[in-house]
């Protein structure tokens, strides 16, 4: 489709309202046995994965779910749950941009997202979306030139059974924690990604992963593994808000860098944080964990997170190579009722190790954030190094925000530095720019920018374009 | 061009201006002295638009415009400048950066393209050199750890660029050298003209020996309590603020 056809499509006047009913291939609430059985069957798993997931689900069972951290919700009924839910056929999506609602397209129009890309986003169904499914084949053709392995979790699960069978479980283990127990036993979504050794993934797995991002599911698996001198960056979710009926979400990502390695993985997120009242939004629980498994390995983890009625995260390094490097960038941005505890582990074990910590929390309206950090030394680390800053910025005097750096050093040639900040937006500092003729949003917005800049530099250029323009939306009426 | 009709002004419940007239023309450079905490810098507030002020009577126009009724920003577009006694920090956000934003929404507000980069540049690579900074300055953060003359120049620095039609310049000699109140003085007198007018608080004759005001206010309890011409900085200089209360009050 040519690119003025698409954009009078996107012109074009919202005529009708769009409702949509549709007889999903899903299993009724609740979790036992067969439905971990019924998910398996489905994805066409072998017999060793279902006694996997079932491995997890025994161990679930026992476990009780968190409390400590610094969040208020409603006890979720883990039976009201439906754990399967077939992906939507195409003749059930949206079949062009004008039955999409046009308040996401407005929002679309206003992060600056291409707009071949818009289509994709708001779901619609894939022949109609001009050029996805050529680009996704060129893609596919690159990436298999360079010997990259890079597909959906199930996919791999059927096609790679050896590399699953080696890595997955071995940095987050099935009964790591409550939320991780219950994914390893009802995942159904999530990517695969294997860098041979020596090789530099020849793309950032990016673009392809925003175009299928429409369909992100509610228990997705992710697995990313770097061989010897190995190199890939990746980039998770996006800025588009994503709206999903499945208030809970629970995944995890877990990568291995082996000798030399280096993955950069950064995240984009916004999911939908619910009205006014918090009502709606997103319950995000996540485990991100990455395993510096060889020696001068390195990984990175970049976020820039907006969304979520709740959040509750905190990407890790385990610093186990000798020299190794772990690095956690984050920008959380909370406003309205959105409550966020997150933030990073990092466990030196090898010796020579090095972590750098960058936390910027923004709280706007009546938000509350926290910044949980743990830096943990062990006995062999020897000279090991950490970095942190943490900053935390306010907007209004309903918004709040905590830090906890927890340390635990288990060797006293490591050195570990911390300082943390905390500010407010003045209303000396919006008088000055206003009296210079700045209006108070772009007054507000220039502010925040500037205080997220050292984690907006280490996202790929097309995204720290997009995630200034995202949190702009998001503190949107924040002030005043 | 600013015209003040009986003015009044409290804060947290006190009445600072007390019935304040002022009529400041194209073309004319006003000096507002007085004792402190007389109301001076409230006065270039209120005009600023600075919130926590509650005018309670009177009027301000500025070119025929009711300034009561316009937003901060609107003020600042329709080329109201206020020359901050104290200038504020903002840390994270590069000078160049306010800069640029500011020179830009006021082009926009004028109904102007955005200044392109490179002319950006070379404008404030002028400016800079007339001012004496080093380059150094537009990387920093706005104010952030300047010295008390750093920011005074800064600000000067910015009006250079935004090129007022009024400039409030609040105490702008307070902490600054010999060498640095010369550079300031040239950089107001280079924006004097027939367009422009400048209303300068000081408590000091030694600015005024290099910016020639074409009046002189005294502000004694939130009223103009005397006006002359330049001769009446120099009568204050030797005599002290004492006679004129006794003068008003008689
Ligand atoms: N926000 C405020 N809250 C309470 N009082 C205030 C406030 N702002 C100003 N005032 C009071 O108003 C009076 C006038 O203050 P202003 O700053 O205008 O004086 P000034 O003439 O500029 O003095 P100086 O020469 O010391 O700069 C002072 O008594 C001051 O304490
Ligand atoms: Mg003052």
Not at chain 1, 16 to 32: A, K, R, Y
Not at chain 1, 95 to 108: A, F, I, N
Not at chain 1, 275 to 281: A, L, N, R, S, T
């Amino acid at each position: 489709m040519a690119t003025e056809e698409m954009e009078q499509l996107v012109r074009r006047e919202y005529t009708q309202g769009f409702v949509t009913d549709i007889e999903s291939d899903t299993v009724p609430p609740g979790l036992d046995e067969s439905v971990i059985a019924f998910i398996s069957e489905k994805k066409g798993e072998p017999e060793w994965m279902l006694q996997w997931r079932l491995d997890a689900y025994h161990q679930w069972l026992k476990m009780k779910e968190p409390s400590w951290a610094h969040l208020n919700y409603p006890p979720i009924d883990y039976q009201g749950i439906s754990y399967y839910s077939a992906p939507k056929k195409p003749e059930d999506r949206p079949q062009s941009l004008d039955e999409v609602d046009p308040k996401l397209l407005e929002t679309y129009e206003k992060l600056g997202i291409p707009l071949h890309e818009r289509a994709a986003l708001a779901g619609v169904a894939v022949d109609a979306v001009f050029d996805s499914v050529s680009v996704t084949t060129t893609f596919k053709e690159k990436l298999g030139e360079a010997g990259v392995i890079f597909c959906s979790i199930s996919e791999a699960i059927r096609e790679y059974p050896e590399l699953i069978k080696k890595y997955l479980g071995t940095v987050v283990p099935q009964g790591d924690n409550f939320f991780a127990a219950l994914n390893s036993a009802v995942f159904t979504d999530g990517s695969f990604v294997f860098v041979p050794e020596g090789v530099t993934c020849p793309m950032e797995l990016s673009t392809y992963f925003r175009i299928n991002a429409a369909n992100t599911g509610q228990f997705e698996r992710t697995l990313i593994i770097c061989e010897k001198q190995a190199q890939v960056s990746y980039l998770e979710g996006c800025t588009a808000p994503q709206r999903d009926e499945n208030q809970l979400h629970a995944a995890i990502v877990e990568l291995v860098a082996l000798e030399d390695a280096y993955i950069k993985y950064s995240t984009v997120q916004n999911w939908y944080p619910g009205d006014e009242d918090g009502k709606g939004g997103i319950y995000n629980f996540v485990t991100k964990r990455a395993d510096c498994r060889g020696d001068r390995s390195k990984v990175s983890w970049t976020q820039v997170e907006t969304g979520s009625a709740i959040t509750w995260k905190y990407p890790s390094c385990l610093l186990r190579g000798k020299d190794s490097v772990g690095e956690f960038y984050s920008v959380a941005v909370t406003n309205g009722r959105q409550q966020a505890d997150t933030g990073t582990k990092m466990i030196h074990i090898g010796e020579g190790t090095k972590s750098t910590i960058v936390s910027k929390g923004i709280s706007a309206g009546n938000s509350e954030q926290s910044y949980r950090g743990l830096v943990k030394i062990g006995p062999r680390a020897k000279g090991a190094r950490n970095f942190t800053q943490c900053d935390s910025l306010l907007i209004g005097d309903r918004s709040g925000a905590h830090t906890f750096p927890y340390q635990e050093i288990g060797n006293s040639t490591a050195t570990v530095e911390h300082e943390a900040t905390t500010s407010k937006i003045g209303e000396d500092q919006l008088f000055y720019c206003r009296q210079r003729g700045i209006s108070e949003e772009d007054a507000v917005n220039m502010i925040v920018n500037g205080f997220c800049k050292d984690v907006f530099q280490e996202l790929p250029m097309e995204f720290a374009v997009e995630a200034e323009a995202l949190l702009n939306v998001t503190l949107e009426g924040a002030v005043g | 061009m600013l015209e003040v009709k009986d003015l009044h002004v409290t804060v947290e419940g006190n009445e600072i201006l007390k019935g304040l007239s002022l009529t400041v023309n194209a073309g004319e450079v006003h000096a507002i002295m007085g004792p402190n905490g007389s109301g001076k810098s409230t006065l270039s507030a209120v005009i600023a638009g600075k919130e926590d002020y509650e005018v309670t009577s009177g009027s301000i126009t500025f070119e025929g415009r009711d300034v009561l009724e316009m937003e901060i920003e609107e003020r600042a577009q329709a080329g109201l400048l206020l020359g901050f006694q104290y200038p504020v920090e903002i840390p994270g956000v590069k000078n160049i950066y306010l800069l640029k934003a500011a020179l830009n929404a006021q082009r926009k507000a004028r109904g102007e393209n955005e200044i392109p980069a490179p002319e950006f540049m070379k404008l404030v690579r002028e400016k800079l050199a007339f001012m004496k900074m080093d380059a150094s300055f537009l990387q920093r953060a706005v104010n952030e750890g300047f010295s008390g003359g750093e920011k005074k120049r800064n600000e000067i620095l910015q009006m250079l660029l935004l090129e007022p039609k009024l400039a409030m310049l609040d105490e702008i000699d307070s902490g600054l050298d010999i060498d640095a109140m010369k550079i300031v003085a040239d950089g107001v007198n280079s924006l004097r003209s027939e367009e422009r007018a400048v209303l300068m608080v000081t408590h000091y004759q030694r600015l005024l020996d290099y910016i020639t005001p074409d009046y002189v206010h005294v502000l004694v309890d939130g009223r103009i309590a005397k006006s002359g011409d330049k001769s009446l900085a120099l009568e204050l200089e030797s005599r002290g603020y004492e006679w004129v209360l006794e003068e008003s009050a008689a």
